[in-house]
């Protein structure tokens, strides 16, 4: 069955350092996103993204975030200037076969990051 | 934008027993309500899911009930088993918006 694969799985970082986390979404889906969960609190979601562009963000998703598809395949979520508070676990979801956002979500592994 | 709220925090039932978790939403235009599973450690994945069109949805020992007018749905897991544990969250308006989440423990 396919998956949506994330890589690293663990990414340790310095404050204020740049990184970006990768995501291949199932193959044949069109809706990818990027969440993040904090150590032991909920699901939150960061953007969304159709068609080439974003289509919806949260208030958490500032200008320090930006998400491309640099390729066919992959999703990038890059944060500039990583600060304590980005620690978290980052996961990326693919959806969607043409029949718009209300389908089911499948999420890839996640990637913890650790900003020290 | 949409504000989901799920109730309990913390749910502990005796193997076999039953399990009811329920969440609440704000906005009207909602559609679409999903609920994953997530072990430790584990990303989330969907257990069952309903359409605003249906009042309830049952999957073998899962169900979700839906009621639109109180802007309510809930999860019910029956008989329940050891590997029930884990967190579970609700969600709706395309998902975005998650609860946040209802830790299961099943005690053998």
């Known amino acids: 069955e396919p998956e949506v694969t994330q890589t690293p799985s663990h990414q340790v970082t310095q404050m204020g350092q740049e990184v970006i986390l990768r995501c291949v979404p199932i193959?044949?889906?069109?809706?990818f996103y990027w969440y993040r969960q904090i150590l032991g609190q909920k699901v939150e979601f960061l953007v969304s993204?159709?068609?080439?562009?974003?289509?919806?963000k949260s208030e958490i998703f500032d200008d320090q975030f930006s998400v491309e598809r640099p390729d066919g395949s992959n999703f990038t979520l890059k944060i500039r200037s990583t600060k304590l508070e980005d620690s978290a676990m980052y996961f990326c979801?693919?959806?969607?076969?043409?029949?718009?956002?209300?389908?089911?979500?499948?999420f890839g592994p996640g990637t913890r990051l650790t900003v020290l | 934008g949409e504000n989901v709220e799920q109730h309990p925090s913390t749910l502990s039932v005796q193997e076999g027993d039953s399990a009811v978790i329920k969440c609440t939403y704000s906005?009207?235009?909602?559609?679409?309500f999903p609920w994953y599973k997530q072990e430790l450690g584990k990303r989330p994945q969907l257990i069952i899911d309903?359409?605003?069109?249906?009042g309830e949805k049952k999957d073998q020992r899962i169900a979700v009930t839906l009621n639109k007018t109180a802007k309510h749905f809930s999860l019910h897991i029956t008989e329940t088993q050891p590997e029930d544990s884990a967190v579970y969250f609700c969600?709706?308006?395309?998902?975005?918006?998650f609860g946040t989440g209802t830790s299961l423990t099943v005690i053998p």
């Open positions: 906005d009207s235009a909602s559609n679409y």
């Open positions: 193959s044949n889906h069109l809706y």
């Open positions: 979801a693919s959806s969607g076969h043409g029949l718009g956002i209300l389908n089911e979500q499948f």
């Open positions: 993204f159709y068609n080439n562009e974003i289509s919806e």
């Open positions: 309903i359409r605003s069109n249906v």
């Open positions: 969600a709706s308006e395309g998902q975005f918006y």
